[in-house]
C-alpha cells in the first residue's frame, strides 16, 4: 500500500520536470486558428501517391508564411509608398532630368487596377474564417493594409503629400458589399486587435451600443 502513497510536494516536482519544446501555439491572438489555413483543391479522402489534406495544408501555411508583400513589390521596382495617388502639387514639379519615369503624379486609384478572377476565396468566405465552431462571435481575420503611418493625418487628408504609406498587419473586421471595401483594424505590437480599454475587437466592432 505504501507503493500507491504520492509526495506531499508533488506540484513542485511536476513543474520542475522538463518535457521539451512543444508545437503547442502558446502566444495570444485575437485571430482564430483556422483564418491561417491556406485553400487546399484537394479531395479529403487521400488517393494513393498523394499527400494527405492536412500535410498539403501545412506545407503551404509554411510556405505563405516566408512571403512579404513589401518584399515582393520591391523586387519588381515598386515603391509602396508611391502607389497612394497624391494632391497634385503644381509648385514642386521635379526637372525631367531628376526623374526616372514620368513627372506626372500617380492619380488613379488601386481600385481601377484591382481583379478578383484568381481569387481564392470571395469577400464572405474570407469573413467567414473569423467564425469559430460552437461560438457565435466573429473574430477578426489576419491580413496587410497598405496604410498612413500617421493616423490623424490619414484621417483628415489620405492624398496628404506629408503622409507616408507602409503595409501594416491589420485584423478584418468586416465588408461592405456596396462599396467593396474591407473595415480594417490596425495590430498593436503583440498583434492584438483591441479597443481602446483594451478588449477584442468582436463582430465588426458592432456593440449593443451601436
Same mark, same amino acid.
Given at each position: ?5 504520492? #509526495? ?12 521539451? #519544446?512543444?508545437?503547442?501555439? %502558446? ?15 484537394? $479531395?479529403?479522402? &487521400? %488517393?494513393?501517391?498523394?499527400?494527405? &489534406? ?11 508564411? !516566408? ?22 502639387? #503644381? ?9 526616372? =519615369? ?13 481583379? =478578383? ?30 496604410? $498612413?503611418?500617421?493616423?490623424? %493625418? ?18 478584418? %473586421? ?12 490596425? !495590430? ?5 486587435? &483591441? ?16
Amino acid at each position: 500500500v505504501t507503493k500507491f502513497k504520492m #509526495p506531499e510536494n508533488v506540484r513542485s516536482l511536476l513543474d520542475k520536470q522538463v518535457v521539451g #519544446p512543444s508545437t503547442e501555439t %502558446l502566444t495570444e491572438s485575437d485571430f482564430p486558428v483556422q483564418s491561417f489555413k491556406p485553400k487546399v483543391q484537394m $479531395p479529403f479522402k &487521400r %488517393l494513393p501517391g498523394q499527400n494527405p &489534406r492536412k500535410v498539403e495544408e501545412e506545407r503551404r501555411r509554411r510556405l505563405y508564411l !516566408t512571403f512579404d508583400i513589401a518584399e515582393l513589390l520591391a523586387s519588381k521596382g515598386i515603391d509602396s509608398n508611391q502607389l497612394m495617388p497624391r494632391h497634385y502639387d #503644381p509648385d514642386n514639379i521635379p526637372p525631367i532630368e531628376e526623374t526616372k =519615369d514620368s513627372v506626372f503624379p500617380i492619380y488613379l486609384p488601386l481600385k481601377v487596377f484591382d481583379n =478578383d478572377e484568381y481569387d481564392c476565396r470571395t469577400p464572405e468566405e474570407w469573413m467567414s474564417l473569423g467564425l469559430e465552431p460552437g461560438s457565435s462571435d466573429r473574430k477578426p481575420v489576419p491580413g496587410k493594409a497598405l496604410l $498612413p503611418t500617421d493616423d490623424v %493625418l490619414g484621417h483628415e487628408d489620405p492624398k496628404s503629400q506629408e503622409l507616408i504609406y507602409e503595409w501594416i498587419d491589420v485584423g478584418v %473586421l468586416d465588408y461592405d458589399k456596396e462599396t467593396e471595401l474591407y473595415l480594417v483594424h490596425k !495590430t498593436d505590437k503583440k498583434g492584438l486587435v &483591441r479597443d481602446e480599454k483594451g478588449r477584442p475587437i468582436l463582430n465588426g466592432g458592432i456593440t449593443p451600443e451601436g
